[in-house]
């Protein structure tokens, strides 16, 4: 083990005590040995060992811990801080602006373990309400873990559009529109992916040139059909390359292998035109109505759309109202009426404000005197705005028991009720299951709220039976979210298809937490389409009149 090595631990050690909130004293004592030691002109490991320890910065104890490493190459006391602090707390130290200091506010006050969770927080203007974590402190923390996430090389959908616009020009204008084309995950909608995929109709000797530049992109793999390039972002850049017809390139690189092994068995004599990119005429041959890119995951969809063709898609000009916002009563950013007259500009019918509850102090949740002046608010709001309408709404905290954050009589005076749950994340199946079917018997819960707590790329969901938890929405006359945070996207789109077969409705909500949130209703609607939601089976779609009707016979089918 070399000195650099040693420092590091060192190093480490120093800066996981201090996450700890642990003996200062000891901590500077480390951190200064890991300093001195980089600073030697020497190896520690050629030194006697009675040496190291009058070596300027390094006593009696600190050579026995370097004595440890050089002979047995394990630092014990390291070992166990790192065993008992989260992954994802030590990963925040690779975050440029975080020190120890703010990494243990953040893991013990604001109970955030991941990066992703941090920066979801970030989003949702959550760290301002902590000490030490400023606007501009929070604006700079969440650029460095969008700079830092980027570089690790997997990306949600929408880090991967923010992107795409510049690469496909790009690649438009090495190779033509005619023989360009994307392909693949991102074709397909998916919610996160590791590449963006091209089919780009040329031979790899003729590619490999145009990409040498000043800074040129590092060549990963290389097949007669393929190169596998990394861009400096970090970003994964695979191209199918070689002659042929794009059509038939498209079509076999677009769909999941699952997809394309199916439609192949099941239509072995289809032919391709090569006349460009449209791959409408492979369906058309194949006697059954086109299915869309995003539609290509199972070969389900393929029986499906043969046997009851396929139902007009859920566009993001179906939605009509913002089910599930946040104001600054609770975490978000901007007024009930800011928000409002937003939605009015973009030719929405009404807002549901759903701030959190009051077990959500970390998020400023409203207590029930809170509650009451924020209905006399909207009321007042009601008046000047109409005809467009706000509804009164709560995100009610899920309790570790299951039951919700208020008793029947605050309950009550809500227009309607999403339940999530946001405490006590690590559980298993059996209590996440306790937790949220209670929840969901609760005569007062209309929606159920990111069904698992999943962040993508950042944090795992509690584990949960989907068709269960399903049934007894369906039971309960209870709608579930599509979150439409491009974090979250939970429900899952997997399984919705079930719980259309259940005729439980689906609700696309943004869980905005300032105007420009409103956005991410797209990304929800998009993992909808892969679901095959049309605008009746959403919530969110309702006109003003259809949404104030469904509130009024749902209420009545509760009190069956």
């Given amino acids: 083990m070399d000195n650099y090595a040693i420092a590091e631990n060192f ?21 200064a040995a890991a300093f001195n030691i980089e600073k030697l002109p020497y190896p520690l490991a050629d030194t006697p060992p009675e040496k190291i320890a009058s070596i300027k910065g390094i006593g009696e104890s600190t050579a026995k811990k370097i004595a440890e490493m050089l002979e047995t190459g394990q630092f014990g006391i390291l070992n166990e801080y790192i065993a008992k602090t989260p992954p994802g707390v030590v990963e925040m130290l690779n975050i440029k602006g975080l020190g120890p200091k703010k990494i243990h506010s953040i893991w013990k006050e604001m109970e955030l373990e991941s990066i992703g969770e941090l920066l979801y927080a ?24 969008e700079f830092y996430l980027q570089n690790k090389g997997s990306f949600l959908y929408a880090e991967m559009e923010a992107l795409f616009p510049q690469i496909n020009a790009y690649m438009e204008k090495l190779f033509s529109k005619e023989k360009t084309h994307v392909t693949g995950a991102y074709r397909r909608q998916a ?92 369906f058309s041959q194949a006697g059954i109505p086109f299915i869309p890119p995003c539609l290509r995951e199972k070969e389900a969809i393929i029986d499906k759309t043969k046997k009851n063709g396929l139902p007009l898609l859920i566009q993001s000009a179906d939605i009509k109202g913002l089910i599930h916002s946040h104001s600054n009563w609770s975490d ?82 809500f227009d309607l009720v999403i339940a999530s749950v946001h405490s006590n994340l690590k559980m298993t199946e059996e209590k996440a299951m306790m937790r949220l079917l209670r929840a969901i018997e609760n005569p007062y819960t209309s929606i159920l709220g990111h069904m698992t707590g999943r962040l993508l790329l950042s944090r795992n969901g509690y584990p949960v039976d989907h068709k269960k938890i399903i049934d007894a929405c369906a039971a309960n006359h209870v709608v579930i979210e599509l979150n439409a945070h491009p974090r979250r996207l939970d429900i899952d789109w997997q399984h919705i298809d079930y719980a259309l077969e259940k005729g439980v409705l689906i609700s696309i909500d943004p869980d905005a937490h300032a105007l420009d949130g409103f956005d991410d209703v797209k990304y929800g609607v998009l993992a909808a389409q892969k679901a095959g939601v049309t605008k009746e089976q959403n919530l969110s779609s309702f006109s003003l009149q259809q949404f104030v009707e469904w509130l009024q016979n749902n209420k009545k089918k509760k009190k069956r």
């Fill in 11 to 31: 190093s480490l050690l120093s800066k996981l005590m201090d996450i700890h909130g642990e003996n200062s004293f000891k901590a500077r004592i480390y951190g």
């Fill in 122 to 145: 970030c989003e949702e203007n959550r760290l301002t309400l902590y000490k030490g974590f400023g606007e501009k402190t929070q604006a700079n923390v969440k650029e460095a873990i």
């Fill in 332 to 413: 978000g950013v901007n007024t009930i009426e800011e928000m409002a007259e937003e939605l009015i500009k973009r030719g929405f019918q009404y807002l549901v404000i759903s701030d959190h509850s009051k077990a959500a102090a970390y998020a400023n949740g409203l207590n029930e005197e809170r509650i009451r002046e924020q209905h006399r608010y909207i009321d007042e709001l009601n008046d000047k705005l109409r005809p467009f309408k706000i509804f009164k709404s709560i995100e009610c905290d899920i309790l570790n028991d299951g039951s919700l954050d208020y008793g029947n009589n605050i309950l009550s005076t």
């Fill in 191 to 282: 919610l996160t992916m590791d590449e963006l995929e091209f089919v780009v109709l040329e031979k790899n000797e003729t590619i490999k040139p145009k990409f040498i530049t000043a800074q040129p992109p590092e060549l990963l793999e290389e097949k007669n059909d393929l190169l596998l390039y990394k861009l400096k972002n970090g970003l994964k850049l695979r191209l199918c390359t070689g002659e042929g017809k794009m059509d038939e390139r498209l079509f076999l690189t677009t769909g999941s292998d699952e997809f394309i092994n199916a439609f192949q068995k099941k239509f072995p004599s289809v032919k391709f035109t090569g006349k460009g990119p449209d791959d409408e005429p492979v």
